[in-house]
């Protein structure tokens, strides 16, 4: 079963502007990660956040963490054609092992 | 460097063949995950190794999976008496060790087609 709940499923954006994905879970994490995954191709590690922290930058890249909200947020700036894909949100739990439960993805789509 | 590689890239199988699917990990990676992605879902965890010891299969969907990695390097995953419902793309991750913050890197995946 899969942990994770993306939101949208689905965004379609022109060149220039911000994309914000977000995601929930259910259970408490040691640490939540972001995943980019173009068509056809494997999953590509973004960033990770640990529970003990709210926020985090990484290039055009911000990730918030809601820990008392169980939720997360993917903020891509100045969004680029060569950023459409799709983005997973992945937690790890201590309970669970070392596997990463991933959601369902939102795809993103940007236009030039 | 290499990333992670994994063979055949694609693989159409009839149903009730038996399929292995390889991986070959970025090397010194001690941990080995499998996953699998169904259309338009986020990868699902199967199995996972570290070193060669198998430490958690919980995500093998029926005991005609069955995965592999004999000397701690590349792993086999064999699906015997394919089904249908196997359809789907199998993913393989790295890590450099075991811990909850280690970055997984993925391969491209085999896609996996049963007729």
């Known amino acids: 079963s899969q942990q994770g709940e993306e939101d949208p499923q689905a965004l379609s954006i022109q060149e220039g502007e911000n994309a914000t994905m977000n995601c929930s879970y259910k259970t408490s994490i040691n640490n939540l990660q972001w995943y980019r995954q173009n068509s056809g191709r494997g999953l590509v590690h973004l960033i990770l956040i640990r529970s003990n922290e709210r926020e985090k930058h990484s290039g055009r890249l911000r990730v918030t963490l809601d820990t008392s909200k169980k939720s997360s947020s993917l903020l891509i700036t100045a969004s680029r054609a060569a950023d459409t894909a799709s983005y997973f949100c992945a937690t790890a739990h201590n309970q669970a092992g070392t596997a990463l439960i991933f959601g369902k993805g939102t795809t993103l789509s940007v236009s030039s | 460097g290499a990333g992670v590689s994994q063979s055949p890239r694609y693989k159409v199988a009839k149903r009730g063949q038996d399929v292995a699917l390889r991986c070959d990990p970025i090397s010194g990676h001690v941990s080995l995950f499998w996953y699998q992605q169904a259309l338009g879902q986020g990868p699902e965890f199967l199995t996972y190794f570290q070193n060669e010891a198998q430490l958690d299969k919980s995500g093998l969907p029926s005991d005609r999976f069955f995965a592999e990695r004999p000397e701690g390097s590349v792993s086999t995953l064999k699906i015997q008496r394919t089904q249908q419902e196997d359809s789907a793309v199998y993913l393989c991750?790295?890590?450099?060790?075991?811990?909850?913050?280690?970055?997984?890197?993925f391969g491209p995946g085999t896609r996996l087609l049963v007729l």
């Open positions: 991750a790295s890590s450099l060790a075991y811990s909850l913050q280690e970055t997984q890197y």
